[in-house]
């Protein structure tokens, strides 16, 4: 593919991404109508107006692309395109988690991961845009001054339940599922980092798209951790036939495989081979 089609080929991704932000501008407003919280309408209004930039930043790149004057290298698409399908990636599998927990008539999100874990800052935002409550073990030192994830966690309104050892994590978790059970909370266990069947579900689909898309790659190299990403976008490698190879390249401890591959026979059954 030359320069010139991979630049039409971001052109479209990008009015997709509008589309997308357009969206986000009109539920944002719908939930600013319908809430009485503080905290959740300055969060809508943040968000509100963070896809109206994005909206506006899109534009220009179009604009630049489809008159010639901003030239961009093959390195640059692939870069920008890679953060593109990772955060809709993110929301994909959040959003599979969400719907899981809504059949179930789940009223309160439970999950754990770093102190900045975007999984749970997904899981927050989620909630609050769902109308669950939200409470989130996180391992690792809490700050003085809550920033980035972590303080975005706070402003959806998670409440955070701090482990300093991560070896006492997944048994916290599991006292913290059992308490809001038994206090009739009716929580849904969203797993560390989102891996679960049904969270691993938005990777192996990604690989359908990735090859529907036409893109030609010898490998797909992505950070590994809970190990629900390495094992939907293996799934997805061997239902979809992906002929590249699939390297995680580990960002934190390292985890039997055996908790991957356990859940392995009932993500086939949920893509209905």
């Known amino acids: 593919m030359s320069t010139k089609e991979k630049q039409a080929q971001l052109v479209e991704i990008l009015k997709a991404w509008q589309h997308i932000e357009n969206r986000s501008v009109a539920q944002t407003a719908d939930i600013i109508d319908k809430s009485t919280n503080p905290v959740i309408r300055i969060v809508m209004e943040i968000i509100q107006r963070d896809s109206a930039m994005h909206h506006r930043v ?3 790149i179009i604009d630049s692309l489809e008159n010639q004057a901003l030239q961009i290298t093959p390195d640059d698409i692939a870069q920008v395109w890679s953060a593109i399908e990772a955060h809709i990636e993110a929301e994909r599998r959040t959003g599979e988690l969400v719907a899981a927990a809504q059949k179930q008539d789940a009223r309160m999100l439970i999950s754990a991961g770093a102190i900045q874990s975007n999984h749970c800052r997904q899981t927050a935002a989620a909630a609050a845009r769902y109308g669950f409550e939200c409470t989130l073990v996180l391992s690792g030192e809490l700050p003085e001054q809550p920033s980035a994830n972590l303080l975005l966690d706070q402003l ?56 529907k898309q036409g893109i030609h790659a010898d490998w797909i190299v992505f950070a590994t951790s809970s190990g629900g990403t390495h094992a939907g976008l293996v799934l997805g490698q061997r239902v ?5 190879k699939i ?18 026979d009932e993500r086939y059954k949920r893509l209905d081979l």
Do not use: H
């Open 58 to 60: 899109q534009q220009f």
């Open 156 to 211: 959806f309104g998670a409440k955070i339940v701090n482990v300093t050892e991560r070896k006492d994590q997944d048994r916290i978790l599991q006292e913290t599922f059992d308490q809001a059970t038994e206090g009739g909370k009716k929580p849904y266990l969203v797993p560390y980092g989102g891996s679960s069947p049904t969270g691993a579900l938005g990777y192996a689909f990604a690989v359908d798209e990735f090859l």
């Open 240 to 244: 979809f036939g992906y002929k590249g």
């Open 247 to 264: 390297l995680g390249v580990s960002n934190s401890r390292s985890r039997q495989m055996g908790e991957v591959d356990c859940f392995k």
